[in-house]
């Protein structure tokens, strides 16, 4: 959400940055709306103390056995014309929060510009990711029905499309991958692990922007909560309405969640496999850190998603989201994307964000300075992938198969595995 200040201190500057968005100028209208709710305010105030002067008056007048209905018969009327500005007031400033709720975060700077996917631009790469197969390498999915362990028919039976079924040894490294991501991020990374509930209410998916703009992306139950679409929305709502210390900061959370999405829009994308599902498994990664020490750690969060794929020598490129592909409420954004031989092509694996104060602005989380107890300021807060369970078994299955439809596992992952080191 937006600082309504900022934009009146320099409406030219908040158009630009929403044109970099691709969005028409906003801020016209937003200040206009802004301006009649002060206007509506300043004269409810000004008819308040009129009020209490009358009050005054009256009260004298009594006191002195005069006539004060004429005073009496202009407070009512003032009680009246107060109750309409007071709606009145009510209605602009819920207007003007619409308005600035489905308004996109300002991208940083150095954001490189861009219109699609395309324009993200490479910043690293790791690994050996030109691997030669000598034989030609199947997909996870392929390799999955090969060995009896990946079962989509039945899933569709009992849920529907984008739904998978693992069985047997494939389920335990599933389960391994996500257990050595939160043993790596809890012990070396200075995580705090949570289990966190799979439902929240509006105020939290709010909080994290995903209502109202993203709601036909998320499952809604009938008693009006919703399933998270990420871990990132218990996680960081954890200091909402909060004032924390700043010398307690950052604070640094992780889970290993389930996660749902509706996937709005994608039909006709990624219909085989596991790559897009309506359910996964993620390990997810939360900062909440002091504004001067945002970008660092967004660039900290970034090296512990990395640090898990260097683990599983699976190989990767980092890149910056451009203009047009950063989300909603990050003002940038790192992707990490995981080589698949099977597919032939990099894919998104881990995504960490910095949101700078546009979170924290809705949960009204901040934190108190150390040197001025008078001092409150809005938190800055950071999410990333660290990283995508499901993804990393894909990435493992494809880059690790054999010729015989077998999977090699990873050395860092075989203690989960009792020791077993194929499939």
């Known amino acids: ?79 009246g014309e107060m109750e309409e500005l007071e709606s009145e007031a009510a209605e602009l400033e819920h ?62 039976k009992i849920a529907g499309a984008r739904f998978t079924i693992l069985r047997g040894a494939l389920a335990r490294l599933e389960r391994a991958l996500g257990q050595f991501m939160l043993d790596l991020h809890t012990t070396e990374h200075g995580y705090v692990e949570h289990i966190v509930p799979s439902l929240v209410n509006d105020a939290t998916a709010y909080g994290t922007g995903q209502l109202p703009k993203f709601a036909e992306d998320l499952f809604h139950t009938t008693d009006g909560r919703w399933l998270i679409p990420t871990a990132e929305v218990p996680l960081t709502n954890m200091v ?76 990767y490129r980092r890149v910056v989201l451009c203009t047009a592909d950063t989300g909603f409420g990050a003002t940038k954004t790192f992707d990490l994307e995981v080589w698949l031989p099977g597919q032939g092509m990099w894919r998104e694996i881990s995504s960490c964000s910095n949101t700078r104060a546009f979170q924290s602005r809705r949960m009204n989380a901040r934190f108190r300075a150390s040197t001025d107890a008078k001092s409150v300021a809005h938190l800055h807060t950071l999410n990333g992938s660290g990283v995508a369970v499901g993804r990393a078994l894909i990435a493992v299955m494809e880059n690790y198969q054999t010729e015989t439809d077998g999977i090699i596992i990873p050395e860092v992952l075989r203690p989960y595995m009792g020791g077993m080191a194929t499939l």
Not at 23 to 31: M, W
């Open 95 to 156: 207007t003007v929060k619409a308005a600035l709720d489905r308004l996109p975060n300002v991208l940083d700077a150095d954001v490189p510009d861009g219109t699609e996917e395309a324009d993200n631009v490479e910043i690293k790469r790791w690994g050996k990711w030109a691997k030669n197969f000598e034989f030609t390498p199947k997909q996870h999915f392929e390799l999955g029905e090969a060995l009896g362990l990946m079962d989509f028919e039945t899933a569709a």
């Open 240 to 315: 909402a309405g909060e004032i924390l210390a700043e010398k307690s900061l950052p604070l640094r959370f992780t889970a290993l969640t389930d996660c749902y999405r509706s996937e709005a829009g994608a039909a006709g994308r990624d219909t085989r496999g596991m790559l897009r599902q309506h359910q996964f498994r993620k390990v997810e990664l939360v900062s909440i850190a002091h504004p001067n020490e945002s970008d660092a750690e967004h660039e900290r969060m970034t090296r512990c998603a990395e640090t898990v794929l260097e683990r599983l020598d699976l190989p």
């Open 1 to 79: 959400m937006h600082d309504i200040k900022l934009i009146r201190s320099d409406a030219a500057s908040f158009d630009a940055a929403m044109a970099r968005r691709g969005l028409p100028p906003v801020a016209d209208s937003i200040l206009v709306l802004d301006g009649q709710r002060r206007a509506a305010l300043t004269a409810l105030q000004e008819k308040q103390a009129r009020r209490n002067g009358l009050a005054r008056e009256v009260g004298q007048g009594k006191r002195t056995g005069a006539d004060t209905s004429a005073l009496e018969a202009e407070a009512t009327k003032l009680r």
